[in-house]
């Protein structure tokens, strides 16, 4: 699974559900660090050594660096579950990060640290010091985005 590279693949899990005109993450889908899978999981990979991003948790850090990263995309009215199947993976949150995409919750699920998943993956790239070229490519708010967090870029 490791595909020769500095640092484990990142597993993203992306629920079934998820509207595909919407989804930041499938874009990343031909990426040779990108593992994309589609929730509900048939059969999970082993996640020793991974970390999953998290709106709680300790915050993601440099000392992080060596771990594999598991991203659940999804609405957060899918979280709940999705982070209930994956919780005996460690979480880390990524705290100060300002999302740029225009979020319209009528459930008014989404936590106030909460990012795009493609944002989520950038952050967390540049915080570990992966490279993060391509990431946004095809993210329709990359500029904004980049503006609103320039503090940390």
Known sequence: MHMNLAFPPTVIVRHTHE???????LPLRNRSDVVLLNYPLKDRPSLAGYLRLAAEGPELSADDAESGLLLLDGSWRWAGKMTRDFSDVPSRSLRGWCTAYPRASRLGTDP???LASV????????ILGRP??????HYRWSKQFLLANSMKV
């Open 19 to 25: 509207n595909p005109r919407k989804c930041s993450i």
């Open 112 to 114: 106030a640290n909460g």
């Open 119 to 126: 944002e989520a993956l950038f952050a967390a790239y540049h």
């Open 132 to 137: 993060t070229e391509g990431l946004l490519d």
